[in-house]
């Protein structure tokens, strides 16, 4: 799936699955971009994320970027599409999907589903508390809005959980940053999940779950 966070706010999506052929010819290794032979209301400079199947095989990635190309009218060599100038961090990803594509043996675990989420949050690191808005959660952790300077990769800290949870907490472990530019900056938490916190953290989950949020 392919999620546009427009400037209002408002989400868009349209699938995109590739057969291999495709997905080579699309992606740009030197450059770390990807272009994307599908329709879409995307602008050059507008964020997003890509789930990104391939036909034929069972691996699939969630690939994070900006539109730097807008084709919206093609040709057989040049078909309507978006090329997709990646994140770093989902370099990895796609070389998965590559490889997958020229036929390689790989071996891969499949991410527990992430949900949308608008969810407040209390950290507390280094005796400090620190009120943060989950944007998604999962069962393995979730990716916060950040005010003030980025912890590093690799702190640990503890999550204050609310709605009827006070008083339970969970320790978590930063393995992402990312400080951005002209959005609001965020950071990737993986929860250690150990004793009643990770009860009281799946019982999160679970109810965003059920609140029909947007699997991403």
């Not at 071996?107 to 989950?134: H, M, N, W, Y």
């Not at 339970?168 to 916190?197: F, H, I, M, Q, Y």
Request: glycine share 12%; charged share 25%; net charge positive.
């Amino acid at each position: 799936m392919l999620y546009l966070l427009s400037r209002g706010g408002e989400v868009h999506s349209v699938s995109v699955n590739l057969d291999p052929k495709q997905l080579l010819a699309g992606w740009r290794e030197k450059t770390g971009t990807l272009f994307l032979p599908a329709l879409s209301e995307t602008r050059v400079g507008d964020e997003v994320a890509v789930r990104v199947g391939i036909y034929g095989h069972a691996i699939r990635a969630t690939l994070f970027g900006k539109v730097s190309l807008v084709r919206r009218v093609g040709r057989p060599a040049l078909p309507p599409g978006i090329d997709l100038q990646l994140e770093k961090n989902s370099l990895a990803a796609v070389g998965f999907l590559a490889a997958a594509a020229r036929g390689e043996s790989i071996t891969f675990q499949e991410r527990a589903p992430r949900f949308a989420s608008d969810r407040k949050l209390v950290v507390v690191r280094g005796g400090a508390e620190l009120e943060v808005t989950a944007i998604n959660v999962s069962d393995g952790g979730c990716a916060v809005r950040w005010p003030g300077q980025l912890p590093l990769v690799g702190d640990e800290l503890s999550l204050r959980l609310r709605d009827g949870f006070f008083g339970k907490s969970v320790r978590a472990v930063v393995c992402w940053n990312e400080p951005g530019a002209d959005r609001e900056r965020t950071v990737g938490l993986k929860v250690l999940l150990e004793g009643r916190g990770a009860r009281a953290w799946r019982t999160v989950v679970e109810d965003v779950a059920k609140s029909g949020a947007r699997v991403m």
